[in-house]
Structures are given as C-alpha cells and as structure tokens.
C-alpha cells in the first residue's frame, strides 16, 4: 500500500516516542520524505538513518531547538531545500517537567509554554506557506489527555499548554478549512515513552492499572501512531477540528 506516495512531512520532536514512530508508519506506506527535528543531534543522527534503513523513505534530521523562532524557520529553509512541497506537518515536540505549582517560576513556565505551545503555532505559519498556495495539507498536533482533564499538580505547565493545543487545533481548522487544510490533535493517556517515566503510572502495578484505565494496560507509542497516520492519510479528508482521545478509556468525551 502506498497511499503516502508523493507526500513529503515534517516532525518536531520526530527523533523518539510518538512522533518517531508516526513517522516510520507512513514511510511504510510510501511517504516520499520526511525531516525529523530535534534537540539531541546524536539521536536524531540514529532516529533518521534508522527510518531510511527500515522503510526506504528519504530522511534527514535537522538539528531545532522550538523554544527558537529561527531554529524553526531554518528547519523549514531546509526542507524547502530538500524536498518539492510539505503536505505533512506533525506537531510533537514537548517537555513535562514535574514540579509543584508554587515553584514555578515565570522564566519556567515561559520555556514551557514556548516549546509545547508556541512552537507549534510557529511551525504551523511555516507550514501554511507550502499549503495554501497548494490547497492541501495534514497538521497533526500531539496533544495530551492532561490537556482534556488537567494533570497533576506537579504538571500544571504542561497542562495548560496542552490545553492550549486543543483548542488552538480548533482555530486553525476553521481558518483554513477553505484551503482544503485539516488540522486535528490527539490527546495521549499514559503512553510507555521517556516523558512518562517521571510519573506515577510509569511504576504503577498492574493491578492499579487495570483499576483505572478500563483497557487494562499502559498505552504503545504504536496505540498513537496509528491515529496519526490516519490523520496524515486522505482517509481522514472530511475530519478536521477533532481531538481523539487515546487513552485506554481513562477519559470518555
């Protein structure tokens, strides 16, 4: 199946977890290219020879620190440079830090704010230069079920700006709908990735688990990818403005 032939995506926080993997789902089905984008050169070096080797498709790593407005028009001067067109954005960079409300400070809650909300607002003005013009594009948001119900009290700062994804998605679906663009997020539950590890539910027994996610089980990064490669695919032309929960059932909406 090549139904992402000829597409060409870009993915920030594209060198692990989630958005790696959504990454890898499409090139399997003939995504013509992608640029990863991430902080960590040595991993995003591994993660994008790591997709080119398992699927074939085209990868680069483009070295972008978000919390940077020029580090993301540079991540975008590059993939102009590379590739013909971006039909594809993912949004997935972000930071969870786990501290209690009273410390934190401006400086803190501005750096999270500008990794998890800004630069995906700053990515998507980047993206819609190749989009409207073209009348056709996917934006994917990697949200979080903390941004539906609110997080712990340590993550306050991560949940108001995933909070703030979701209803931005909405914004930016109603604005260019008429461009034939579907933006769209989804709010992952407790996903095995390294930004769970800091939480309760990352050593959490099992029997605790089954208790309150209604699956019975942590979520796979691959429990999310593949909502994201439906998102990224025409099957989901006539969704736009959406937020799906994948959460095991913790949260019904």
Known sequence: MHKFEGKYAIATGGTDGITKESIICMARKGLSGAIIAGRNEERGIKAAEEIKKLTGCECYYVQTDVSKPEDIVNLFKVAKSKFPTIQILVNGAGVCPSMPIETIDAQEWDRVMNINLRSMHLCILEALKFMKPQKYGKIINVSSAAGRI????????????????????????????????????????????????????????????????????????????????????????????????????????
Do not use: Q
């Not at 209803?167 to 709908?177: N, P, R, V």
């Open 150 to 253: 609110g997080g712990t009290e340590s993550s306050i700062a991560y949940s108001v700006s995933k909070g703030g994804m979701i209803t931005a998605t909405k914004c930016y679906a109603k604005a260019y709908g008429v461009y034939n663009i579907n933006v769209n997020s989804i709010c992952p539950g407790a996903i095995k990735t390294n930004m769970i590890a800091d939480f309760t539910y990352a050593n959490a027994p099992e029997s605790l688990i089954k208790k309150i996610i209604p699956l019975g089980r942590l979520g796979k990064v691959e429990d999310c990818s593949g909502v994201i490669e439906f998102l990224a695919s025409n099957d989901s032309d006539y969704i736009t403005g959406c937020s799906i929960d994948v959460n095991g059932g913790v949260f019904m909406n």
